[in-house]
């Protein structure tokens, strides 16, 4: 059976985001893109590469315990079900931790972790009633652990916990979940970083570049298809083999801390 992509994409005025709604959207997915960003949104839903209306955008902030709800159903009421969850939105605030203040760490946390999982949560029942559902959370390399991350590199690791958990409570549904990890993509959440550090990172990649958002929409689309269904609870990385080369010892550019 085929089964069509309507769903929901969250952090779409984003990098990434905005590059997997528009390459599902030219497939003919039919999608409610979200993010605190109301003008990034609408220049997505206007895109030329969605095909007229496929897109359809509805700002609102991860924090607001009120947004799934709504989210879910509006999209049920523009689409009829929902097949697709992609969580794209994300929030980086580096600190040592000793030096976080403690409502960043719960930002981090709440941005990154709850927010997804709440949305999870909403269009869960909607799947299961379906026997059928693809979810794709973005976590990130940092969850192997990174200097200056700690907050980050927990909200992520904490997708990645639940994404094995729920892979597990969910497949007998028809639904699998699945975690991207990005390494060092080129996006506005990258491009405040310090030029020296950009090139050391970019250094330390095996396959010599930065990602670029279609390396990320490419993996997160195959994962939102129907023939990624014998893949669930993992997590991949997609971060030109730096996870394999570079030991988790402390950065060069740590090295003062
Ligand atoms: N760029 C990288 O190198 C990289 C690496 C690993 C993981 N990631 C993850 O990939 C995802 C996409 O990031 P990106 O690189 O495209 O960055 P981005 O900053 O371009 O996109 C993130 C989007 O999330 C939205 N957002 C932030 N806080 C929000 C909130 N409270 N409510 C609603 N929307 C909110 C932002 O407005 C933005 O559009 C994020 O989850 C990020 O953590 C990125």
């Known amino acids: 059976m085929r089964h069509d992509v309507v769903g929901i994409v969250t952090g779409a005025a984003g990098g990434i985001g905005s590059a997997v709604a528009l390459r599902l959207a030219g497939a003919g997915a039919r999608l409610l893109i979200t993010d605190l960003d109301e003008g990034g949104l609408g220049r997505v839903a206007g895109a030329r590469a969605a095909r007229s209306g496929n897109l359809i955008p509805m700002a609102g902030d991860m ?32 600190h040592r931790v000793q030096e976080m203040p403690v409502d960043t760490f719960r930002r981090l946390v709440d941005i990154n972790l709850v927010g997804p999982l709440r949305l999870l949560d909403a ?17 990130s390399r940092a969850w192997l652990g990174t200097f200056g991350s700690s ?54 990649i095996p396959v010599g570049r930065a990602g670029t958002v279609d ?19 993992q997590t991949i990385l997609s971060c030109g083999g730096r996870s394999v ?13």
């Open 63 to 94: 924090l607001d315990p009120d947004l799934a709800p709504r989210l879910v159903d509006k999209a049920l009421g523009e689409f009829g079900q929902i097949t697709a969850l992609v969580n794209c939105s994300g929030w980086l605030k580096d």
């Open 123 to 139: 269009v869960v029942p909607h799947m299961k009633s379906a026997g059928y559902g693809r979810i794709i959370s973005v976590a």
């Open 215 to 233: 390396d990320g929409g490419a993996l997160i689309s195959f994962l939102v298809g129907e023939e990624s269904g014998y893949i669930t609870g």
């Open 245 to 257: 080369s570079e030991p988790l010892t402390r950065s060069s550019e740590d090295k003062t801390k």
């Open 151 to 204: 907050g980050y590199s927990t909200a992520k690791g904490g997708l990645v916990g639940a994404t094995r958990s729920l892979a597990l409570r969910f497949a007998p549904h028809g639904i699998t979940v699945n975690c991207v990890a990005p390494g060092f993509i080129e996006t506005p959440m990258t491009g405040s970083m310090p030029p020296h550090i950009v090139r050391r990172v970019i250094d330390s």
